[in-house]
């Protein structure tokens, strides 16, 4: 990705000033992203779309992970058919101005009953899986009858081919740059249901927060020329890790949850988010053995990692075969945990905090 980034939006390293090209370098390393999934091939990273064309892209591949991840989960389901559904519910922060929604195109390609019930879910970043996951649940939780489907997907990549444009031998924004080093794709969807068994995942409870005086610490626009800008203040973070112990030991102390059961899918946001999660609530490396790896092997997914990432525990608990990761530390006895507790952070700056129970 590195080398893409260079040779096609910076046109070349001859093009870039010295200090910016360490830079360059210094990211895409600190970001300890060893594998590469994005939907674009390899000479199409980084080459600027115009608005037409990447708002097509978009739509399509989203609408191809969504309807692939969905059928997966039903598949998962223990039976459960696609005309069961009685509530759909997407969420995505590749967020493009359109018609019909992508709420009816997944339900028309999956032939879910035209009477199922909607709803599409945008701009909400990188918090989006944990939100709807506990709206999800509510509305399980209303009636029997209800079974709900959620699909979260992400092109995030594609912010690489919306940057602002790169200026040769100019000094380049370095929000550009962290962008691309981090932003990867993905999806994921899961059932609700009082009635189907959850193969050994439920969702306990749910809490939500908006930290005060963070309003400017993170902003996406989009500018005239169809460019989209990301800006993350160094504050943010600091900003979460006060905030986060008050919300989890909260919930933890209702429920009388030693936080030791607990593992941890945190959003895969960068290594210094997982890390200062990990200080400010005082937790072993190995309980956020499934975040890590998922940053690793995957990168940032926005609010998709949400979900992947406690997919990724909830499979390797109920396996016999175990994950190997350098540099990731995994629990020796996975059985010892019984909860997940899952944070997310996103534009606000908001909080979302799920308690999954694995048993």
Excluded at 26 to 40: D, E, K, W
Excluded at 74 to 103: C, E, R, W, Y
């Amino acid at each position: 990705m590195c080398d893409m980034f260079i040779k096609n939006y910076c046109t070349g390293q001859t093009n870039i000033i010295s200090k910016d090209l360490d830079f360059i370098h210094r990211v895409f390393s600190a970001t300890l992203i060893q594998t590469c999934y994005v939907n674009l091939p390899e000479d199409r990273l980084f080459i600027r779309m115009e608005r037409q064309e990447y708002t097509e892209y978009v739509k399509r591949t989203m609408l191809s992970m969504a309807c692939e991840s969905a059928r997966k989960a039903i598949n998962n389901s223990n039976g459960l058919k696609l005309d069961q559904i009685t509530h759909i519910v997407f969420g995505t922060m590749t967020a493009t101005i359109g018609a019909p929604s992508m709420d009816i195109y997944i339900s028309k390609e999956l032939g879910l009953n035209p009477i199922v019930k909607r709803l599409n879910v945008e701009a909400m970043g990188c918090l989006t899986g944990f939100r709807l996951v506990g709206l999800c649940r509510d509305i399980a939780l209303q009636s029997e009858s209800n079974i709900v489907l959620l699909i979260v997907c992400d092109i995030r990549s594609a912010l690489g081919n919306q940057l602002t444009p790169f200026i040769p031998m100019e000094p380049i924004d370095k929000s550009n740059v962290i962008v691309a080093a981090l932003f990867r794709d993905a999806c994921g969807a899961a059932i609700f249901s009082q009635k189907v068994p959850n193969q050994y995942c439920t969702v306990i409870d749910h809490r939500s927060a908006i930290i005060e005086n963070t309003l400017e610490l993170g902003r996406l626009k989009e500018f005239n020329d169809s460019s989209i800008h990301l800006y993350l203040d160094k504050q943010l973070p600091y900003a979460v890790f006060n905030h986060v112990p008050n919300i989890v030991n909260k919930l933890l102390e209702e429920y009388k949850i030693d936080i030791q059961a607990c593992q941890f899918a945190v959003h895969t946001g960068g290594p210094k988010i997982i890390r200062g999660i990990q200080k400010c609530l005082d937790l072993k490396h190995e309980q956020l053995c499934a975040s890590w790896y998922v940053m690793i092997n995957y990168g940032n997914l926005s609010g998709s990692s949400n979900l992947v990432v406690v997919e990724h525990f909830r499979r390797w608990k109920y396996s016999s075969t175990k994950p190997i990761c350098k540099n990731v530390i995994f629990p020796e006895d996975f059985n010892e945990y019984k909860y997940i507790i899952g944070l997310s952070f996103g534009p606000g700056i908001a909080v979302e905090c799920v308690l999954f129970g694995l048993e």
